[in-house]
């Protein structure tokens, strides 16, 4: 249909017979995502007017139709002018039943009308800075909070509360202002949790242990799992700060609450594998956000028949989380969008659970046995691990690292003999550790275990490449001490000249255990020999 014939029939504002035009506008339109240009103009004015017909009193079915219409231009980036004006978005959000005022919302009776309008909202909230800003002027995020504490008492259908949610995870993700009134003003922690918990269907057993109405662990259905994820998507953008700073007894309470629900979700599986590791994902990332010290939450259960025990914890919580990392390791996909929140999340726990960390430690570093082969060969999770400890992104290999050397109790040796020196010197230059030692941390002092065969071949492990190394040749056999010298003089001849041609720069290990340049040290020898001939009067 033209265009310029749907503009016009608009123009005369006869609803019937503006309903039958939109509705063939909107069947051919209805998988419409790329616009002509040249019709540009026409869609404005085509916007303009459905705006503006919204606004009369309407049949529901003609309504719908109009916001169908309205969901199909909001594609089009460039024709958002005529909805992101006060009028425009006051006039979608009502009809969203989201209209903020200071009584009750004037709920729109129709369910249909309700669903088309948020999906507007969503398109043009998504598209348009001036419609975030307006939306935070107007006070929709209100609206939408009074809307979700009503799920509990109000039969709402599943599209209506997830694009109520998806809506919220936009304005929260767009807009620090908004994130920030949800959090404290409309307590959303507190809101979205209890939202999470009505989604999941779980009672509690204990005051940070929750459980299914079955007892069971069934699947979470497609439709529960849509919306869990919204929720958590939206507590992970008002909960981001948490972990940088100290929370009261109230707000920790609060977190161990979220958290039990959060070990609830990596207990159970969605509808089907793909969207069971998306489910778990979002909720790894939501737990790295939760303060440290509430993360005993996940070792909080009891042990019954079936868990999985160690120094009597509960550690099925921690076992899923290590699956999770090495399944997302064999995926090798999109490495540090994928693996650093939860090796962070792994690395945290570690630091600050005795339990956590002898269970990982045992998990991931086992005894040593094979030390004919380098660490960073073969298919256990320590030979992954310390592959990832030289990739390309620094990101991923300050992580992989980091969780190493914390289940190391960052002790220099130990995390030298897991991993060879040659794949640990990024952290320890980073760390000022070059030279040996160990960091400072809560740590107890019991020893590593060492196998019969480790300490067997340990004379003979090379510490750079962390393996026993097949004994090679001596190059200088059969040399004279003239034929030494020289070979000496020229490699000395050669590093000399990458050093003047900045090819490469020689480096040496302070007292302090930071690497710094030799000529700095060589300076510093000068200057100290100077200072000394200059106190014993020596010319």
């Known amino acids: 249909m033209e265009l310029r014939a749907v503009v016009t029939t608009l123009e005369s504002g006869e609803q019937d017979t503006v309903l039958k035009v939109l ?60 909805f992101t004006t006060e009028e425009g978005l006051k006039t979608l959000s009502r009809h969203a039943g989201i209209d903020y005022s200071e009584e009750l919302i004037r709920e729109v009776p129709d369910l249909d009308v309700i669903l088309e309008s948020l999906k507007c909202l969503c398109n043009i909230v998504f598209s348009s800075p001036r419609a975030q800003e307006l939306t935070a002027e107007a006070r929709l995020v209100v609206g939408l909070a009074r809307r979700i504490k009503l799920y509990n008492e109000r039969s709402l259908p599943h599209d209506v509360k997830f694009f109520d949610l998806r809506l919220l995870f936009l304005l929260t993700a767009l807009r620090v202002d908004i994130r920030q009134q949800l959090a404290q003003e409309l307590r959303g922690i507190s809101l979205m949790a209890d939202t999470l918990e009505l989604t999941l269907g779980v009672k509690w057993l204990d005051p940070y242990e929750v459980a299914t109405e079955e007892g069971l662990l069934p699947p979470l259905p497609r439709q529960e799992t849509e919306r869990a994820m919204e929720i958590l998507k939206v507590l992970f953008n008002i909960t981001f700060d948490s972990n940088k700073r100290e929370v009261d007894e109230e707000d920790a309470a609060l977190y161990r609450h979220l958290g039990a629900l959060l070990r609830h979700c990596l207990m159970i599986s969605a509808d089907g594998e793909d969207r069971t590791e998306e489910f778990h994902s979002h909720t790894v990332n939501l737990l790295g956000n939760l303060p440290l010290k509430c993360l005993d939450v996940l070792l909080t259960p009891k042990v019954r028949p079936g868990s999985l025990e160690y120094m009597g914890v509960n550690m099925d919580a921690v076992s899923i989380l290590l699956d999770f990392l090495e399944h997302r390791l064999d995926r090798g996909h999109k490495l540090k969008e994928s693996l650093t929140p939860v090796l962070n999340l792994l690395t945290e726990s570690a630091r600050v659970h005795r339990q956590t960390r002898k269970f990982l430690k045992a998990r991931v570093l086992p005894p040593l046995r094979d030390v004919r082969n380098r660490p960073e060969v073969g298919n256990s999770l320590r030979n992954k691990l310390v592959r990832l400890m030289t990739h390309i992104d620094t990101d991923v290999k300050h992580c992989a690292a980091e969780f190493l050397f914390v289940l190391c109790k960052e002790s220099v040796s130990r995390f030298v003999k897991y991993t060879g020196y040659g794949n640990a010197a ?72 990458l050093s003047r041609e900045k090819v490469i720069q020689p480096m040496g290990i302070t007292p302090s255990g930071n690497l710094a340049p030799m000529e700095n040290a060589i300076r510093n020898m000068a200057d100290d020999r100077s200072s000394s001939d200059s106190d014993l009067g020596l010319d």
């Open 426 to 497: 990024g952290l320890l230059a980073a760390r000022g550790l070059m030279a040996g030692g160990r960091e400072e941390g809560e740590y107890s002092e019991d020893e590593d275990t060492d196998t019969e065969e480790y300490k067997e071949a340990k004379p003979n492990i090379n510490p750079v490449t962390g393996r026993v190394e097949d004994k090679l040749p001596n190059p200088m056999e059969g040399m004279t001490e003239e034929q030494k010298e020289h070979e000496a003089m020229k490699l000395v001849n050669m590093f000399d000249k």
């Open 23 to 82: 509705q063939v506008y909107n069947q051919e339109k209805s998988q419409c995502f790329i616009f002509e240009d040249e019709e540009r103009e026409e869609r404005k004015k085509m916007a303009q007017l459905l705006i503006k017909f919204l606004e009369r009193e309407l049949q529901p079915s003609c309504q719908v139709t109009c916001l169908e219409s309205i969901r199909i231009l909001s594609r089009d980036k460039h024709c958002l002018d005529p």
